[in-house]
């Protein structure tokens, strides 16, 4: 099974500051990397496909970049409503879940 | 707008069987593979498998000799069981589409997820 591996677990930031989530699989998953974000009591919203294509409708502040085993997820400048938590997931192989990276109001 | 929802029993007794279907409105069942995520409460999520519109499931090797998905096309629907659960099986329950994107299937439709307690 490819073991997901996301850092750090939880941060705190402010409106307009720049974000970086990191994920790291278990083994090379080539460019088979999605992501994910998840409101509080709401279901996951699709994001990123393919390690760095954004789904339509999502704003040009997210981006994601990697190949093989490392992969990032970054927000240019953080807006309120992107305060969530975040999930990689590969696709390589079936599919597993990072565990999630919860991004707070600092 | 493809729109998914869940339904089934909120409340499932130790050792039974875990049941719900996730009804597709807004475009056709066939031609997708439709998937089951959980959600533990405060926990992150698991996948728990998938099936084409025409069989072929997959599921994860952790559930693999509990879970069933089926998928009924004359209703538009498809199914989850899940056998001989315990408390560690209470979670929102999420059905979810896996689209296709130019080679890659991520799950770009999911249900509103509902809540399965396992308790006597």
């Known amino acids: 099974d490819i073991q997901m591996t996301q850092s750090p677990s939880s941060l705190s930031a402010s409106v307009g500051d720049r974000v970086t989530i990191t994920c790291r699989a278990s083994q090379n998953i080539s460019n088979y990397l999605n992501w994910y974000q998840q409101k509080s009591g709401k279901a996951p919203q699709f994001l990123i496909y393919g390690t760095s294509s954004l789904q339509s409708g999502v704003p040009s502040r997210f981006s994601g970049s990697g190949s093989g085993t490392d992969f990032t997820l970054t927000i240019s400048s953080l807006q309120p409503e992107d305060f969530a938590t975040y999930y990689c997931q590969q696709s390589y192989s079936t599919y597993t879940f990072g565990q999630g990276t919860r991004v707070e109001i600092k | 707008q493809v729109q998914l929802q869940e339904s089934g029993p909120g409340l499932v007794k130790p050792s039974e069987t875990l049941s719900l279907t996730c009804t597709v409105s807004?475009?056709?069942?066939?031609?997708?593979?439709w998937g089951w995520i959980r959600q533990p409460p405060g926990k992150g999520l698991e996948w728990i498998g998938y099936s084409y519109y025409s069989g072929s499931p997959n599921y994860n090797p952790s559930l693999e000799s509990r879970v069933t998905i089926s998928v009924d096309t004359s209703k538009n629907q498809f199914s989850l069981k899940l056998s001989s659960v315990t408390a560690a099986d209470t979670a929102v329950y999420y059905c979810?589409?896996?689209?296709?994107?130019?080679?890659?299937?991520?799950?770009?439709?999911w249900g509103q997820g509902t809540l399965v307690t396992v308790s006597s």
């Open positions: 807004g475009g056709s069942i066939n031609n997708h593979y």
């Open positions: 979810a589409r896996c689209g296709y994107y130019s080679g890659w299937f991520p799950f770009d439709y």
